[in-house]
């Protein structure tokens, strides 16, 4: 009787199931709830949260830094798009951390939750990052608008 009880007591657990770090995203967005992208060739670019500022890869002319902060409706729309595409169930690497393309773009995650932290790397013409890159875009397009990042410099010069 105490193997079957600890059999279901087991299956249960496994059926409640958890990220692949232990740790899931709540529906409120906690407290400690921060984010840092970097991402572009070279990852010169970056959202980061944790220090509130974002870096703009001037390519040419270097790379300019400004303020960042989100406002709390941007804050939950943000979260939720990363709650929707369970963005803690992601593998650490997605395919592998040699790029196809030249020049190449290296995108790199690390969300924190609940005192808990995930990072996530993946070359950006990863089929399987997809999803990722759409949420990449969808919180650049967010930063793009803001007035701190419209006053950073003009980019000067491309990668070929």
């Known amino acids: 009787m105490r193997r079957v009880l600890c059999l279901f007591?087991?299956?249960?657990?496994?059926?409640?199931?958890?990220?692949?770090?232990?740790?899931?995203m709540p529906e409120e967005v906690p407290n400690d709830f921060a984010f840092s992208i970097s991402f572009?060739?070279?990852?010169?670019?970056?959202?980061?949260?944790?220090?509130?500022?974002?870096i703009k890869?001037?390519?040419?002319?270097?790379?300019?830094?400004?303020?960042?902060?989100?406002?709390?409706?941007?804050?939950?729309r943000i979260y939720q798009r990363m709650r929707e595409q369970d963005i803690l169930q992601s593998p650490s690497i997605i395919g592998n951390?040699?790029?196809?393309?030249?020049?190449y773009g290296m995108d790199q995650w690390r969300i924190r939750?609940?005192?808990?932290?995930?990072?996530?790397?993946?070359?950006?013409?990863?089929?399987?990052?997809?999803?990722?890159?759409?949420?990449?875009?969808?919180?650049?397009?967010?930063?793009?608008?803001k007035d701190e990042y419209e006053k950073l410099p003009e980019t000067v010069g491309g990668y070929e």
């Open 9 to 24: 007591v087991f299956v249960g657990l496994l059926l409640v199931g958890c990220s692949e770090d232990g740790f899931e």
């Open 40 to 54: 572009g060739v070279g990852s010169k670019n970056k959202i980061n949260t944790y220090d509130g500022i974002v």
């Open 57 to 76: 890869d001037l390519i040419i002319d270097g790379t300019a830094t400004a303020e960042l902060y989100f406002t709390k409706d941007e804050t939950f």
């Open 97 to 103: 951390t040699t790029c196809n393309s030249e020049p």
């Open 113 to 145: 939750v609940n005192g808990n932290e995930k990072t996530i790397k993946y070359c950006d013409d990863v089929r399987d990052a997809k999803n990722l890159v759409e949420l990449r875009n969808f919180i650049f397009e967010i930063v793009k608008h």
